[in-house]
């Protein structure tokens, strides 16, 4: 699961395969969890794959806990 804290909507982000998008329909301020992203496969290769996907169409604050995830299932 990735907290999307502070950021706008993407609609990029459904384009995502295996990616599940919660987004709470609040207004984005900074610090404010808005939503979140699930990623659920059985492979983790696929996730990882996922993972950068998604990495390309998140703001620069979540690069190193996206690096971090990457890294722990590989």
Known sequence: MVNLIGTNH??????????????YGK?????????HINLSHPNRAVIIQQLEKLRTELPEDYQSGLNWAIEKLK
């Open 10 to 23: 993407n609609p990029k982000w459904l384009n995502i395969p295996f990616a599940q998008l919660h987004w």
């Open 27 to 35: 207004e984005v301020r900074a610090g404010r969890k808005v939503g």
